[in-house]
């Protein structure tokens, strides 16, 4: 049964993090210079190295190839390289944008191909903080909120009706199956879990029984 977030099992503990939506690009023009900045979702260091190396190799014409990502469950990873721009002018700049829009599990690069008019220090800040900047708004940003999945276990002449409340109610379905007894997965946030489990209860009367499975993240729009 399909449900409206892309529920995954990450290294991070329970608490929720803003990320970027998906990946996208986008391309600044400053006097000559062009900017094109890449950014992506990951989860480890290992990917962040990954995905720089890929786009170092695309854009291995650019003049200078900056970086910066932030990891961790609490943002507490946090790396940038000027790749040859005056120091402080090129990766913090970008980390910067990272910080303070509070994302966590994202990797920037930005390749700059020289246009022939030197920016100065400061117009490098500014166009390199503005060039992540729109890219984060073009590709949009979400919370990672962490779920449990919560499987309801129930004899099928009770699941039907379970699987019509729980479509009612505010609790997200996310499976379902059908053997000896129907099973019905539901996304459950951490602090809900008692909530939930008295409210099947209560539902069944008694009848059905749950059990809890990994913890996960669900993308959620944020308002």
Not at 13 to 29: A, Q, S
Not at 141 to 164: I, K, M, P, Y
Not at 207 to 219: F, I, K, L, Q, S
Request: glycine share 10%; proline share 4%.
């Amino acid at each position: 049964m399909p449900h409206p977030f892309d529920i995954a099992s990450i290294p991070y503990g329970g608490c929720d993090m803003r990320t970027i939506t998906h990946f996208g690009e986008h391309e600044l023009h400053v006097r000559r210079s062009r900017f094109v900045c890449a950014l992506a979702r990951v989860t480890t260091e290992a990917e962040a190295r990954e995905f720089i190396a890929g786009r170092r190799r695309t854009h291995h014409d650019a003049t200078h190839n900056c970086t910066a990502y932030v990891l961790g469950e609490h943002g507490d990873l946090t790396r940038s390289n000027d790749d040859g721009e005056p120091a402080g002018t090129a990766g913090l700049p970008m980390l910067d944008v990272l910080t303070r829009r509070e994302l966590t599990g994202t990797v920037a690069v930005v390749s700059r191909y020289f246009g022939g008019v030197k920016l100065g220090a400061g117009g490098l800040v500014r166009a390199y903080g503005q060039v992540v900047a729109e890219t984060v708004d073009r590709v949009g940003v979400v919370e990672r909120r962490a779920v449990v999945t919560v499987t309801v276990v129930a004899d099928h002449a009770l699941a039907g009706r379970l699987s019509r409340d729980l479509h009612a109610s505010a609790y997200t379905p996310a499976g379902s199956r059908y053997g000896v007894r129907a099973e019905l997965d539901v996304l459950v946030p951490e602090e809900e879990l008692t909530a939930f489990e008295a409210w099947v209860a209560s539902a069944a009367g008694g009848r059905a029984e749950t059990r809890r499975g990994p913890v996960g993240y669900v993308d959620a729009p944020i308002s």
